[in-house]
């Protein structure tokens, strides 16, 4: 069944989070690159559609009726979830939760706080900034014993969890202290090296035309 997804987004970690799943689900979907740099975001068509003007935002145009609009990035990955059973969080109600229990630890305890020190680091408040971006980093190495404990983040099946995690990890590249870290650094290399996370890497960095990825 065709869902007629089309993905509206920039190249910042979530619309790469949003999609990574689409590839990882084997969903076909279009882009619309809204350019945050160049304010699109705050424009009246685009507010048309997610009023927070907000990106990412997935719009499923089906065959009939209105499309479907989804906002917020972990609203999205769930609503990914719910099209393909399976494809990102386990059938299995015991292996969802352990997928759930890491997937939001990287959403609330690490992404959060990093986004937040970001924002500070925006209003000039760099001391402060740094001090979330280091409580995240110290928070973010408790996974290594995740990594340690099976092929992916949350046991042996690659997940929400692998996706929530490798973005905001590489995202601090030699400020995150790999070197201690092998179970980690081992499992962000066979993360690197997946289909999906490299095609849903590049998303936005293609050009302004809509495609098919
Ligand atoms: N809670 C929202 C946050 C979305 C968000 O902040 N998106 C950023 C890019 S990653 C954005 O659109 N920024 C433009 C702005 O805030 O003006 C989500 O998870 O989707």
Redesign the pocket.
């Known amino acids: 069944m065709s869902h007629g997804l089309r993905l509206w987004g920039?190249q910042?970690?979530?619309?790469v989070r949003v999609a990574i799943a689409l590839h990882e689900a084997g969903l076909p979907f279009e882009t619309r690159r809204i350019s945050?740099a160049n304010a699109e975001?705050?424009s009246a068509d685009f507010r048309a559609l997610n009023p927070m003007?907000?990106?990412?935002v997935l719009e499923e145009r089906g065959a009939c009726g209105a499309p479907r609009v989804t906002?917020?990035?972990?609203a999205i990955l769930l609503r990914i979830s719910a099209i393909a059973p399976g494809a990102v969080v386990p059938t299995s109600a015991t292996a969802a939760s352990i997928v759930m229990a890491r997937y939001f630890f990287f959403v609330t305890d690490v992404i959060a706080p990093s986004h937040a020190g970001f924002w500070l680091a925006r209003q000039g408040d760099s001391a402060a900034a740094e001090k979330l971006q280091a409580l995240s980093r110290a928070t973010a190495e408790l996974a290594e014993t995740f990594a340690a404990n099976g092929t992916f983040m949350a046991g042996d099946t690659f997940s929400l969890a692998d996706i929530a995690a490798f973005t905001i990890l590489t995202s601090w590249g030699s400020a995150f202290p790999w070197q201690r870290l092998p179970a980690l650094s081992e499992w962000r290399d066979r993360v690197a090296s997946r289909s999906s996370v490299m095609a849903g890497s590049r998303v936005f960095y293609q050009d302004d035309t809509a495609r098919t990825g």
Request: aromatic share 0%; with cysteine; charged share 10%.
């Open positions: 920039d910042t970690g979530n619309c945050l975001h705050q003007g907000k990106v990412p906002a917020q990035t972990n």
